[in-house]
């Protein structure tokens, strides 16, 4: 497949935005570029600049939703790294053929005008691996 061009964000699961912004955005002073809520994933989102890249944090809008049963499971911490492609789905059809498991098979519609799509844990090394490129108009 062609190459990721960098690593887009790094996505962190947070029990609160506002109390994680004081860490991100206050004491380490990194610009918030916005926050919006993702409907199909029950998150609210928070990304903060940092350079060519981002951080993203993510809090739960509902007891069941996957970040709410991470931060259950595992507590606050990592989620997931996200490269962007220039080719979201020629990346995924050279994942599939490569026998990468995928959590989203198509692309779908994520934070920030981006097309996204997730490859599962148990084939990246246990790593939540999200590939991400932006939405064409
Ligand atoms: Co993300």
Redo the contacts with the bound molecule.
């Keep these: 497949m062609q190459p990721p061009k960098k690593i887009d ?1 790094l ?1 962190i699961a947070v029990a609160s935005l506002d109390e994680a912004t004081t860490l991100y955005g206050e004491v380490m002073g990194l610009p918030c570029e916005g926050t919006e809520v993702v409907e199909g994933q029950q998150v609210r989102v928070r990304f903060f600049t940092l350079g060519e890249s981002r951080i ?1 944090l993510l809090e739960p809008t509902s007891d069941d939703s996957p970040v709410a049963r991470f931060i259950a499971k595992r507590g606050p911490g990592l989620h ?1 790294v ?1 490269y962007r492609v220039d080719d979201l789905s020629a990346t995924l059809a050279a994942l599939k053929a490569a026998d990468v498991r995928l959590i989203d098979e198509s692309p779908r519609r ?1 934070a920030h005008g981006m097309l ?1 799509a997730f490859a599962h844990p148990k084939s990246t090394d246990g790593v939540l691996t ?1 590939f991400c490129q932006p939405a064409p108009d």
């Design positions: 964000h996505g993203e997931h996200a994520g996204i999200e």
